[in-house]
């Protein structure tokens, strides 16, 4: 009985001893948290491992991240992952639902932007900028002649309608001599020639009828402007009169003098026929309406896709701009010594305990070989 109570007795004491040093050698990973001193000299295996090499420890542990875990390609990868695609293109798909639910203005986003009086600021700005412009343009441009400030396109769209213009102008001119307001016209005219030669007027004024003269003369004008020699020297003219324009330099049109004055009238009509109101104070939501569905259907995922192969193009100067490994190592030395602990002891408690129960079986098993070695010898 009493060897067995020897060998069970040295079975507990190595057991309690193994399961102790295991125990003790865990704690000493953490504790203590800073060095021992007894007399001036510090105790040995103060601090703790973990303490004591902390620096070091965050330093590889950021290493190990970017080197073995957080890679650019596997930064690619994931990024390039079809099924992440589709999780952000949902996502802000959702988002852009429930923002199309409600009804903001360009003026409430902006101001949650922190952009206060955004309409009359834009408004100012823009007035500021067309004034300065223009002004900038037409002193730039003052010895330019118009046909080199006139876009080609335009001037010869301009050149084709000549033609058309001389129609328009003969059409409205035998209109006006065909109507009794031309008639009337032209009676005055007659009036007047004949009262501004004195007697001579007064005298064939006995020989002419007046109201005759006029219809002969209201016949004879309209064949005389639709003749073909007519709109030939209309658009003659028409032609020369452009080609004179187009001569001419900006400076002769508008002088130095009015150009301030200019630029500030063209500046005023173009604010006034900016629709500001309509942009700043109809909600988003009226304007996005209409392209609800292609945007849900084929911008978002298109600007989705872009994005995140953006990113993963560049993945590799965005994780060295970053610096993982410094982010790590930061974040890391900015936990506590208690924090520490309690993660690590979060993460990898259950081996822990089996790493104390383990030295106690082996210290129990190392008791009972010593009893049984004791007994024998």
Known sequence: MSVLFTILLMAVIGGFIGAMTNYIAIRMLFRPYKALYLFNKRVPFTPGLIPKRRDELAEHIGKVVVSHLLTEDAIRARLLEENLQKEITETVA??????????????????????????????????????????????????????????????KELETKLPHVTERITSKLTLFIASEEGKLQIKMMLQKFFEEHGKMG??????????SFSEKIQQEGAKLINQEDTKNLINQLLTTE???????ELQELIPTEKQAHLAEQLTSEIIQAFPHDKIFNQPVQVILRDHEVMIKSKIIPFAV???????????????????????????????SLPEIEKLVVEISGRELKMITYLGGILGGFIGVIQGILAIWI
């Open 202 to 211: 007064s005298m064939a004024r006995m020989f002419i009828n007046v109201e």
């Open 94 to 155: 959702k988002m852009f639902h429930e923002k199309m639910q409600l009804e903001t203005t360009p003026n409430e986003l902006l101001h949650q932007l922190g952009y206060e009086n955004a309409e009359g600021r834009s408004i100012s700005w823009l007035e500021t900028v067309l004034e300065k412009e223009i002004n900038h343009f037409l002193t730039i441009k003052k010895t330019s002649q118009m046909n080199e400030l006139i876009p080609v396109m335009l001037e």
């Open 305 to 335: 896709e872009r994005m995140l192969d953006f990113v993963a193009t560049h993945s590799a100067d965005i994780v060295e701009r970053m610096d993982l490994a410094k982010l790590v190592e930061t974040q890391i030395a900015t936990f």
């Open 242 to 248: 452009w080609k004179n324009f187009e001569a001419k």
